[in-house]
């Protein structure tokens, strides 16, 4: 049934009064009730609100955890909620959990640059805590697909060519790379290192 409009002003302001004097646990106590007692939209938002005063004010990433979870299951693409539980997988080392949490974000990604930012996020985790090079590459290769003169995807890539003995792609690569530079010096070493991998690899002069 609809809510008495002076018992919500009062539990309004006993919610304001909660946060100003930095009781929390009473606070986490008056959204819980309003988010049961909402609908749609507003649950969401309160939800959220709850879910990040546990993780800020509470420390309590278990039951933040499951308020951003709770947000999921009604919106799937609600960003707020997928954020919060990129903060909280990175404190925790919930890596798995931490990638299919970015994947869902490039999904929803706005604009390039933000693609291209979790992209970026998306390697390292694949390079650093997984020693996955096949993985890191395709995150990589997706840069490129977006913007083919990234020098720091351009760069992280022929390290993981390298690992995977990806010779062919690997001078394909320095190629690219090449004709991208206007340094000279820089041209060079591309250069010298697209004749190395030929020399050692691939056994064209």
């Known amino acids: ?12 302001g006993l919610a304001r009064l909660a946060e100003k004097t930095g009781d929390f646990r009473t606070l986490v106590g008056l959204l819980e009730k309003r988010a049961e007692a909402r609908r749609g939209g507003d649950k969401v938002d309160t939800l959220v609100k709850v879910a990040e005063v546990y993780e800020d004010h509470l420390n309590d990433l278990v039951e933040a955890t ?31 959990e931490l990638l ?3 994947e869902r974000q490039i999904e929803l990604a706005a604009t390039p640059r933000q693609k291209i930012n979790l992209l970026e996020r998306t390697a390292a985790l ?21 913007d083919g003169s990234n020098e720091a995807a351009l760069t992280a890539l022929a390290r993981h060519y390298k690992q995977l003995s990806r010779w062919d792609d690997l001078v394909k690569l320095y190629e ?19 004749a190395r991998v030929l020399a050692d690899h691939i056994g064209s002069p």
């Open 100 to 102: 299919a949490n970015l």
């Open 66 to 96: 499951r308020r951003f979870e709770a947000v999921l299951a009604i919106d799937p693409s609600h960003l707020l909620a997928l954020k919060g539980l990129d903060r909280i997988y990175n404190r925790l080392g919930r890596y798995q």
């Open 176 to 194: 690219r790379h090449a004709s991208l530079v206007s340094d000279t010096a820089h041209v060079f070493e591309l250069t010298v290192q697209r």
């Open 126 to 146: 694949h390079e650093e805590e997984f020693l996955d090079h096949a993985k890191a590459s395709a995150a990589l290769e997706g840069i490129l697909q977006i």
């Open 1 to 12: 049934g609809a809510e008495d409009p002076s018992h919500v002003a009062a539990s309004e």
